[in-house]
């Protein structure tokens, strides 16, 4: 095999599920852009970026770890990050989902917002409340669960508190479904599409 016919070092990981399996919430037609397209191409720049530095062999993570706050290597962390969140936020959906959150995870809803509804309702705050492009976050920080909003590729992974689950609120996340309506796109993602489970399996 030609050595210089290597496979990129950050690959674009599968969906969790069908490019369909979203809808009526979130159409195929988005995600096919969404996935396909803006998430691919944070992925092809990283790689194109990284290429031949000393972030070339690092894990995703540690790519991130490492540019987060670094003036010169904006540009490696901005499109790192994109490919983390992304994929997060993939796992953070499923066709069916909202509802009830699994016990160990409501218990700590319950102690920190005071019930599901004040947590729903702080998560689509934060979305709303986001100026422009950025992210929605359901974080554990110490033994409590937040909420936080980040701008444009910014994520607390590198920060401190713990994902568990997270809402894109950049424009290309809704816009061909529900046009400039955020709150629409919010809400039926909180009821119909939040995957609970995988935010409980990231408590850890
Ligand atoms: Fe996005």
Not at 29 to 40: A, E, N, V
Not at 66 to 79: K, L, P, R, Y
Not at 92 to 109: D, H, R, T
Not at 172 to 201: C, I, M, P, S
């Amino acid at each position: 095999m030609n050595a210089a016919v290597q496979a990129p070092p950050i690959a674009l990981p599968p969906l969790p599920f069908e490019q369909n399996a979203l809808e009526p919430v979130i159409s195929g037609r988005t995600l096919s852009f969404h996935y396909g397209k803006h998430h691919k191409t944070y992925v092809d720049t990283l790689n194109k970026l990284i290429a031949g530095t000393e972030f070339a062999d690092l894990p995703l993570e540690r790519i991130i770890e490492a540019t987060d706050g670094s003036t010169e290597h904006a540009a490696i962390f901005n499109n790192a990050a994109q490919v983390w969140n992304h994929t997060f936020y993939w796992h953070s959906l499923k066709g069916k989902g909202g509802g009830e959150p699994p016990a160990a995870l409501k218990k700590l809803i319950d102690a920190s917002f005071g019930g599901l509804d004040a947590c729903k309702k702080e998560l689509a705050a934060a979305a709303m409340g986001q100026f422009g492009s950025g992210w929605a976050w359901l974080v554990k920080d110490g033994e409590k669960l937040k909420v936080l909003k980040t701008g444009n590729a910014q994520s607390p992974l590198a920060k401190g508190p713990k994902p568990l689950l997270t809402i894109d609120v950049w424009e290309h996340a809704y816009y061909l479904d529900y046009e400039n309506r955020r709150v629409d796109y919010v809400t039926a993602v909180l009821d119909k599409l939040v995957n609970w489970g995988f935010a409980e399996q990231n408590l850890g």
